[in-house]
């Protein structure tokens, strides 16, 4: 079952017991371990046909609870009554639920005007609670302050690394501003959008500002 597109409601016929008694010691009455996401509907057509649902009551989580086990018994109505059981796995398959989140809204570095051309600035990251492609995800620039800073640093997109590529002077410009994205590879992709600026001055510095999710 996916997260996410299977609300509740949602029916998934299970297939009933079967009892070799008639009568009575044959009707079956079917009860489900305490949980909190499933149900039972049983539907009786005809005198001895009758279906079995599960019904899922409550939204599921793949990062609360990937794996759900419950157990299925029957009863028959007999005295005293015969009971069987049987386990259900249900796994919960991933949906793209959750944006990447920087780990920091805002990294503050200090450079001296003298830093090389290759200099790390910084090293920006940011988490995604999905699995596989909903949660990969890529770094982007999206804008710099003052717009020319844009020639002075570069960001590498998979490991979030900000390297110097120009040079710096004091005396020219005094903080850069730079704001990142993380998106994640997700159908339709998610990214964090939300703004948290800061300038300050320093001998020569950088702002780099993160982009959270907003909350
Ligand atoms: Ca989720
Ligand atoms: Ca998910
Ligand atoms: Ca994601």
Redesign the pocket.
């Known amino acids: 079952m996916a997260?996410?597109t299977t609300v509740p409601g949602s029916r998934f016929p299970l297939e009933g017991a079967s009892d070799a008694d008639i009568g009575v010691n044959a009707q079956l009455s079917y009860t489900l371990s305490p949980n909190e996401h499933f149900g039972l509907d049983l539907q009786r057509a005809e005198e001895y046909r009758e279906s079995l649902f599960l019904v899922l009551t409550k939204p599921l989580?793949?990062?609360t609870l990937p794996v759900h086990r419950l157990v299925l018994t029957a009863s028959d109505g007999g005295r005293p009554p015969l009971t069987g059981t049987m386990e259900l796995v249900i796994s919960v398959l991933?949906?793209?639920?959750?944006a990447p989140q920087f780990n920091q809204s805002v990294y503050k570095v200090q450079l001296p005007e003298s830093a090389a051309e290759g200099t790390l600035v910084a090293r920006v990251n940011a988490t995604d609670?999905?699995?596989g492609s909903?949660g990969d995800m890529t770094f982007a620039a999206s804008n710099t302050f003052p717009p020319k800073g844009i020639d002075n640093f570069i960001l590498n997109t998979k490991s979030g690394e900000i390297h110097l590529t120009g040079s710096l002077d004091f005396e020219d410009v005094r903080s850069y501003e730079i704001q990142i994205e993380a998106t994640d590879k997700g159908t339709p992709p998610l990214s964090g959008h939300c703004k948290k600026s800061m300038r300050e001055h320093y001998t020569v510095s950088s702002i780099l500002n993160g982009f959270g999710e907003c909350k």
């Open positions: 997260e996410l989580d793949r990062e991933d949906a793209n639920d959750n609670s999905d699995l909903n």
